[in-house]
C-alpha cells in the first residue's frame, strides 16, 4: 500500500551538503516509521536514519552513529515526503542511499523495512 521515490541525490565534495527526498504514495503514510538506509558497493545496506509516527506534532528521530550530529531526518505527512539534510559530507558517506518503510514503532535493519525505494546516489570526492 505504500510507494517511495527517492530523488536529490548527486556529486558533492568532501564538506558539502544534499538534501534527499522521499516522496510517498499511500493511504497509511502518517503511521510508518519512515527510514534511510545506504548501501556501497559490496557492502552490506546500513541504517542511517528514521523518524516514527506520533499523533501530535512531535516526530522522535535516531540516527547511525556514523552520521549524528551531520544528518537530520524530518517529515511532512501533509506532503507525502520525508527527507534527509546530510550535512558535512565524507567520501565514506558515497552510497546508493533508499527510503524505506516499516510497520513497527520503530526499527534499525532492513528486515524491519517493508517497502523500499529504488534508491538515490550519493557520491563525495575528496
Known amino acids: 500500500q505504500v510507494q517511495l521515490v527517492e530523488s536529490g541525490g548527486g556529486l558533492v565534495q568532501a564538506g558539502g551538503s544534499l538534501r534527499l527526498s522521499c516522496a510517498a504514495s499511500g493511504r497509511t503514510f502518517s503511521r510508518y516509521v519512515m527510514g534511510w538506509f545506504r548501501q556501497a558497493p559490496g557492502k552490506e545496506r546500513d541504517f542511517v536514519a528514521a523518524?516514527?509516527?506520533?499523533?501530535?506534532?512531535?516526530?522522535?528521530?535516531y540516527y547511525a552513529d556514523s552520521v549524528k550530529g551531520r544528518f537530520t531526518i524530518s517529515r511532512d505527512n501533509a506532503k507525502n515526503t520525508v527527507y534527509l539534510q546530510m550535512n558535512n559530507l565524507k567520501p565514506e558517506d558515497t552510497a546508493t542511499y533508499y527510503c524505506?518503510?516499516?510497520?513497527?514503532?520503530?526499527?534499525?535493519?532492513?528486515?524491519?523495512?517493508?517497502?523500499w525505494g529504488q534508491g538515490t546516489q550519493v557520491s563525495v570526492s575528496s
Open positions: 523518524i516514527t509516527w506520533s499523533g501530535g506534532k512531535t516526530y522522535y528521530a
Open positions: 524505506a518503510a516499516s510497520p513497527f514503532s520503530s526499527g534499525t535493519t532492513p528486515g524491519e523495512f517493508d517497502h
